[in-house]
């Protein structure tokens, strides 16, 4: 199921055509085959991301003493950027070791394991900021709380308290329980939000893998993302992450689909319809803002003339794989879904539905005026920085179906943002719509992002063409040889090697300072912030009546530090 929006060159060397190659074995066919080389880099990128955490486990730190946060996050920080440079030194070395026949291959792995380390990091992060409690953050109390007793209600074959609830965590989490934690659902919650953390990294640059090349994937997809990752219930943001592109990639197949074969089309289109099926199951907010944007690319990019019934056959067996996999809970969305109602008014619900850039959920901590006063009408450089990508990434990407796509999500969500929104007043509901939020910065990260990938690809072609006129030129005798070696040598920017462990230096960084500074969002202390929810998980007695190892002052209760209640706005 794997689509490429990259395009593909044929490398001469020096002389003419080589000659014909000695024949390659079928096992060695088999390793290097875009399957097999895709399930190795899944391996890697998921091996990567469980090596900080296991290492944290190791660390012997008050997670309640700020010093100790600060001395922790600086020891993974460390450990992260020593791994992270043997990698990149792999790399490096590839370049110069049998002419550098390898180099391409080491850098799929390399690109795979710095996505894994980083949400690695995250993970060792929340491992820190538990050390020592059994209990999951926020222990039993708000969402963790509710998502604990309705997974072990789903265990114990017993339906959920909320019927419209994702299904899928909480049987998740149900069967974790029982497997692993002997069936309690709350200490298998905590293994699950660090499991969680750590699988976001690698979970979604194997999405962009279907789109781009390993480095892209990584400098392009994986690193916007991590705007967004989150310790506490990892699985929503998750989803969104993975959702851009997969509905991406099924737009692009989609556009393709009428010059395909009928096999390969109804098992993609069926591959896209149950990967889709299993993501509406772990979180379905996302589809519903996304939902007009996608459809508003699927008619852009349909072949309507060169194969209608190949494209409907394709949508149509995408449909039914995602009515197999999630079509009960999708009936129970559109009934049940319509009588639940989001009377909850939060910190963002009073502040300008215009700003998206940052949400500070129910738990804000200090503020005040917000959003902070911006140069230009009130409106801060970052947001007029996306502005102006968005509209170059449309402007050199406009007949690219990934840019069309991400960019129709956007507006998608910006329109029902603003819909529910406009409606608060009189229906004096929220029904969630803050959480588009998440979805429009992400997109506009993406084009961000993707803007520079653009450029790129048109740096490299005008380098390709000046080398092949340089070449032409010599050939005829425009140019003597030395001057159009010259000549291709100097026509733009040196050779992409130097590009690739470039921007993994970048990212190194650019990843491990994003990754601290979300690591530390979930550190515990007492105060009105997310990071009260650690600091509830050492206040709340264990099964056996003991206190946890870092309880403040030695005390705790059944329910914890309850002075959360007075923080929520």
């Known amino acids: 199921m794997t689509v490429s929006t990259e395009g593909t060159v044929a490398v001469l060397p020096p002389g003419g055509p080589a000659a014909p190659a000695r024949p390659i074995s079928a096992a060695r066919r088999g390793l290097t085959s875009r399957g097999t080389l895709l399930l190795l880099e899944a391996l890697v990128a998921f091996a990567a991301a469980l090596v900080l955490p296991l290492l944290a486990r190791g660390f012997n730190f008050n997670p309640l003493n700020r010093i100790a946060q600060v001395s922790a996050l600086a020891a993974i920080q460390l450990r992260f950027a020593l791994l992270g440079l043997l990698v990149i030194g792999a790399v490096a070395l590839a370049m110069r070791l049998r002419k550098g026949r390898h180099f391409d291959l080491t850098a799929r792995f390399a690109a795979a394991g710095l996505a894994g380390l980083a949400s690695g990091f995250v993970a060792a992060g929340a491992v820190v900021a538990l050390h020592g409690t059994p209990w999951p953050m926020f222990g039993l109390n708000g969402d963790s709380g509710r998502i604990v007793e309705w997974a072990h209600a789903v265990a114990n074959g017993r339906p959920s308290g909320s019927p419209v609830y994702p299904p899928a965590p909480l049987h998740t989490l149900g069967y974790y329980a029982e497997w692993f934690r002997g069936g309690n659902t709350a200490y298998a919650f905590k293994d699950l939000q660090i499991l969680g953390a750590a699988a976001f990294g690698p979970l979604v640059y194997l999405c962009w893998r279907m789109l781009l090349s390993p480095v892209r994937a990584l400098a392009f997809g994986v690193a916007p993302a991590f705007a967004l990752i989150d310790a506490y219930k990892p699985y929503s943001q998750t989803v969104l992450v993975m959702l851009v592109p997969v509905l991406v990639a099924l737009v692009v197949s989609l556009g393709r689909s009428g010059t395909q074969n009928w096999r390969p089309l109804l098992l993609k289109g069926a591959g896209f319809g149950a990967l889709l099926g299993m993501l509406f199951l772990t979180y379905s907010g996302w589809f519903l803002w996304s939902a007009a944007g996608v459809l508003f690319a699927a008619l852009l990019y349909f072949p309507w003339r060169t194969g209608r019934l190949k494209g409907a056959a394709f949508l149509g067996a995408t449909l039914a794989a995602f009515l197999v996999v999630a079509g009960r809970y999708l009936r129970v969305m559109l ?235």
């Open 335 to 569: 009934i049940e879904g319509q009588t639940t109602k989001d009377y909850n008014f939060r910190f963002d619900n009073f502040t300008d539905p215009a700003y998206y850039l940052m949400w500070r959920t129910d738990m804000p901590g200090k503020v005040g005026e917000w959003p902070l006063p911006g140069e230009y009408g009130g409106v801060g450089l970052f947001a007029l920085l996306t502005f102006v990508c968005l509209g170059a990434a449309i402007w050199l990407g406009i007949r690219t179906p990934m840019v069309v796509t991400i960019a129709a999500m956007f507006i998608s969500a910006w329109v029902m943002r603003m819909y529910i929104a406009s409606n608060m007043y009189e229906t004096q509901t929220v029904q969630l719509y803050t959480r588009t939020n998440n979805q429009l910065l992400y997109c506009g990260l993406l084009l961000s992002a993707l803007l520079v990938h653009l450029v790129a690809q048109r740096m490299a072609a005008r380098r390709a063409d000046s080398g092949t006129e340089a070449e032409l030129q010599a050939g005829a005798g425009l140019q003597t040889g030395s001057k159009a070696s010259r000549g291709t040598a100097s026509a733009g920017f040196p050779g992409r090697e130097g590009a690739v462990i470039g921007t993994m230096c970048a990212l190194l960084l650019l990843l491990g300072t994003v990754s601290s500074s979300m690591a530390d969002r979930y550190m515990p202390a007492k105060e009105n912030t997310y990071r009260i929810l650690p600091w509830v998980s050492h206040t709340i007695t264990e099964k056996d009546g003991s206190c946890p190892k870092y309880a403040p002052g030695g005390t705790c209760s059944k329910d914890g530090d309850q002075s959360w209640l007075t923080f929520i706005r």
